[in-house]
């Protein structure tokens, strides 16, 4: 009597998750589970799914909300509260200083004690990436003036350019500690907009307001931009998907004259990235 009982309890609980998870997918699949900014999540085509600006989108739902937070434009730019439309590099040099005969740039950087090992290993190797094909030299802070602070807050972002003093890279250990998008908040960090942003991007992508949430066209914005000689990339790190900021499932981002060009699905900085680092930076 107790075990038919027991196999009885057993099968009415499997029943019960069964019906749970079927619950569970449709309300994915239906993509009507959305985010408190109104973003529809899970709901774009599955090889979008973690492209740079898909992990950032989902992870900065509540980004610039919290308690001593800056203001966060263009997904994931980090502007001083009270300069919302002022972009911090147009007020006054931002680059790193070059040192030392070789001409390298060291950016000094603190790693917050919040991460795992594993995230923090996954953060040390995306800094030191820019060694591999760069001038560019990021090293642990001793007693420097201007350096790096990442830390796990609300989403993924960090200012444009060096602001002096200690500034913050968020990258929050819930969405942003991915390859890509450590190089991508570390290029902000290094002085370079969104690729979409660029002076020309109108000859190379169309931009398709009517399918952009409402209220998140500022993300979209075009602005005079110091291209370095450099053509437009569809394959930088640094570049929108087809679907950012999507509030109907349709694209937000149309590469011209040909439509089907892979846009925004880099995983990590591409040939023209490295490029316009060593360009910026002069690196020998």
């Not at 690729?195 to 009517?210: A, F």
Request: glycine share 8%; charged share 20%.
């Amino acid at each position: 009597m107790a075990t038919s009982t027991a196999i009885l309890l057993f099968g009415l609980l499997g029943i019960l998750l069964l019906v749970q998870c079927q619950q569970e997918e449709v309300k994915i699949d239906d993509g009507k589970e959305r985010g408190q900014t109104g973003y529809i999540l899970d709901s774009i085509p599955a090889e979008e799914v973690y492209t740079v600006s898909a992990l950032i989108e989902r992870a900065n739902q509540r980004a610039g909300q919290d308690p001593g937070d800056p203001e966060v434009v263009e997904g994931d730019i980090a502007v001083p509260t009270g300069l919302q439309n002022a972009d911090p590099c147009t007020a006054r040099g931002c680059k790193w200083r070059r040192h030392g005969k070789k001409g390298h740039v060291y950016v000094p950087y603190i790693i917050s004690n919040q991460y795992s090992s594993h995230e923090k290993a996954v953060i040390e190797k995306a800094l030191q990436s820019f060694a591999q094909s760069t001038c560019v030299r990021f090293t642990r802070r001793r007693r420097q003036r201007d350096y790096i602070h990442i830390q796990s807050r609300s989403g993924c972002w960090s200012y444009v350019g060096r602001r002096g003093g200690g500034q913050v890279v968020s990258l929050a250990r819930r969405g942003c500690v991915y390859h890509s998008v450590v190089q991508h908040e570390l290029l902000h960090a290094l002085g370079f907009n969104h690729e979409q942003t660029r002076s020309d991007r109108d000859l190379h992508v169309r931009i398709l307001y009517q399918n952009i949430i409402k209220g998140q066209e500022h993300n979209f914005r075009k602005i005079k931009t110091n291209n370095l000689g450099t053509p437009y990339d569809y394959g930088s790190v640094m570049h929108y998907s087809r679907y950012a900021f999507s509030a109907n499932r349709q694209p937000t981002i149309e590469p011209i004259p040909n439509p089907n060009v892979v846009i925004g699905r880099a995983t990590q900085m591409s040939a023209t990235d490295i490029l316009r680092v060593n360009l910026l930076y002069r690196c020998k």
